[in-house]
Structures are given as C-alpha cells and as structure tokens.
C-alpha cells in the first residue's frame, strides 16, 4: 500500500479561514518535508520537520513520530496561499524521498 | 529561487539532442534530477551525492546525466519520446539524500512535438 497519505486531496476555503493539511506514514522515518507549488511554478521549501513543530510565519508544520503523521496549518488564509502542498518522506532504507500525492488548496476572495 | 539556475527555461522538440543544464550556488554536496509530469508529484531521475551517481533504474537509458563539478548538474537528452514531455527540475541537498532539505530549481519545460 501507499507509504505516505495526503488528505484532504482537494480543499476550498474563504480567505481568512484556516487550513489544515495532513501527511500519514507507515514506514519509519528519517525526514519530513512540505513543499508548495503553484501551477506551472516550482516546488518551495516550506518546513523540513522531522519532528517536534515549528512555525514560519502564518504557517505552522507539527511532526508527531510516534503517531505517523506530519501537519500543516495555514492561518488566516490568503488568496495567494491557494497551490498544492506536496509533503514528503525520508526513511533509512531508501536515498529517494517518498512524495504524497499532494492537496490542492484553493482560497476564495 | 536565483540560488539554483536551470537553463533553458523551455524546450520545444522534435527527435533532437538537447542538455538541460543546472547551476547551484549553495554549497551542496547532493544534486538532483528530477521530472514532473501534470498532476504528479516529482520523480527522481538521478542523484550525485559528493559526485558519485545513483541513478533510478526505470530512467530510460536516452537520459544521460553528468556532473562536471560539484555546482553544476547537465542532463543529455538523445532522441526524445512524446512521453517525455514534462518539466525537469535540478534540486540540491546540503548532504545525505533522503536526509537534508530540498532546494528546487526552477524547471525546464519540456514539449515534445
């Protein structure tokens, strides 16, 4: 099965609202990344977590090992935080990153 | 992103040679090639980690990498197939893959005709 999770695949909010991305493992884990990308546009770093949480503005990434999941909150969401947010995986066993299929995040004016 | 250069920025092909080229002024020891296509998250093509090549097996063998140091990544491109079309970003890793925070170029987008 699917190592790495994302959810939701697709979610609409009004700017203002808040938003909450989940990435869900099931292997072990070395590091997680998230990534932004807007259409046609490159992939930006946005946190490199392995765990613990840390913030970068209005954004926020928690990392919760023991339970196998990485989040991502967006708070008081802009229309330009609308893209795809990719998280990705790094694990002991493999030099490739393990990529979740994305959320696509649309924010209405 | 000025810290990762790719060049061209687009490609429009029919059954030619072209080299994608990527330049890093970060320092990195890792180097990568990866292709996106619509919709899909990247895929690794190559790695050069201290400039030693690690390739995915899947990768068609018209694809060829070279590093000629530890700032520059070349991708020699022979023959291209319709399914080829895609954008082809250079990345750079401080050091381990799998371990260090990814920094991305900005694509080549590449049209086969």
């Known amino acids: 099965g699917q190592q790495v999770q994302q959810s939701p695949a697709s979610l609409v909010l009004q700017e203002g609202e808040n938003a909450e991305l989940q990435c869900n493992f099931s292997t072990s884990l070395n590091s997680m990344q998230w990534f932004y990308q807007r259409p046609g546009g490159s992939l930006v770093s946005l946190f490199y977590?392995?765990?613990?949480?840390k913030h970068s503005g209005r954004l926020t990434s928690t990392t919760v090992i023991k339970e196998r999941r990485s989040s991502l909150h967006i708070s008081s969401s802009q229309t330009t935080d609308s893209g795809t947010y990719l998280c990705a995986l790094g694990t002991d066993s493999n030099y490739q990153l393990i990529w979740g299929s994305g959320t696509k995040l649309i924010i209405k004016p | 992103n000025t810290k990762i250069t790719q060049s061209p920025r687009y490609l429009i092909l029919g059954r030619a040679n072209k080299s994608l080229e990527c330049e890093q002024h970060l320092g990195h020891n890792a180097m990568y090639w990866y292709k996106q296509s619509a919709e899909k998250p990247p895929e690794l093509m190559f790695l050069y980690n201290l400039k030693q090549l690690i390739r995915n097996e899947t990768v068609p063998s018209r694809f060829i990498p070279e590093c000629p140091d530890s700032s520059k990544l070349l991708l020699h491109i022979s023959a291209v197939d319709p399914e080829d079309s895609a954008v082809y970003f250079c990345a750079s890793s401080p050091g381990q893959p799998s371990n260090e925070r990814l920094f991305f170029g900005h694509g080549t987008k590449l049209s086969v005709l």
């Open positions: 977590n392995p765990s613990g949480t």
